[in-house]
């Protein structure tokens, strides 16, 4: 089954602790992205990749950091996590580009205390 | 930045009743796609669409993208139950690889 995985799905921490969200799909698959969800806010870019090794920042990059290594992971990365990072995350992939259409995975809720 | 208005923010509606939201934006837009988000799960793709003028539906949904190529409407018949979630417009233009959303309508159907 093509589908774009997100773990975990939910996550607690505390500020400073880094950590990483991991995100991969099956779909052989060139661009993934990662967004973040807040409330009134709708969806907002947070760094995408076009391939491996190459990365590029959205429109909300600061206090993150993506790999793109293999061409199915796209992890997460936060050094630092701060409050304002707690949020709904969603990963997305897409055949080639942005605008193609994206995939998305089932989100992981995290709460930064 | 591009930017995409979307509108209404919430509605709530009866069961049967027909819905209808759009997305409004300053600047052409190349593609218009329409997402729908259950509680608790990921955006997934209802319509795409990649001409100005082109009206497309899937099942009781129906979405147009406009003839300026500043907006789109989706619009749902005969609303049931599972129709409820949060939809997004999203939209790609002007040679970006960034996919931009609008805020969501999230819709609520009383039985």
């Known amino acids: 089954e093509a589908q774009v995985t997100q773990n975990p799905r939910y996550l607690i921490t505390v500020t400073g602790k880094k950590l990483t969200v991991t995100c991969s799909q099956n779909?052989?698959?060139?661009?993934m992205s990662w967004y973040r969800q807040d409330p009134g806010l709708g969806l907002r870019q947070i760094y995408y990749?076009?391939?491996?090794?190459?990365?590029d920042k959205g429109d909300v990059p600061e206090g993150y950091k993506v790999s793109r290594k293999e061409k199915r992971n796209f992890p997460l990365i936060l050094e630092s996590p701060s409050p304002n990072q707690t949020s709904l995350y969603f990963c997305?992939?897409?055949?080639?580009?942005?605008?193609?259409?994206?995939?998305f995975g089932a989100g992981t809720r995290l709460s930064v205390l | 930045g591009q930017q995409l208005n979307q509108s209404p923010q919430s509605m709530f509606i009866q069961e049967g009743e027909d819905v209808s939201m759009n997305c409004t934006s300053s600047?052409?837009?190349?593609?218009w796609l329409w997402y729908k988000q259950d509680p608790g799960e990921g955006p997934v793709l209802l319509i795409a669409?990649?001409?100005?003028?082109e009206l497309t539906s899937n099942g009781r949904l129906t979405a147009q993208f406009g003839i300026t190529r500043k907006d789109s409407f989706l619009n749902i018949s005969a609303s049931i139950p599972s129709d409820v979630g949060i939809y997004f417009c999203a939209g790609h233009g002007g040679g970006s690889e960034k996919l931009v959303f609008g805020k969501g309508t999230k819709l609520t159907v009383n039985p």
């Open positions: 669409l990649y001409k100005a003028g």
């Open positions: 997305a992939s897409s055949f080639h580009s942005g605008v193609d259409i994206q995939y």
């Open positions: 990749s076009m391939n491996v090794e190459v990365t």
């Open positions: 600047s052409i837009f190349n593609t």
């Open positions: 779909m052989n698959h060139e661009y």
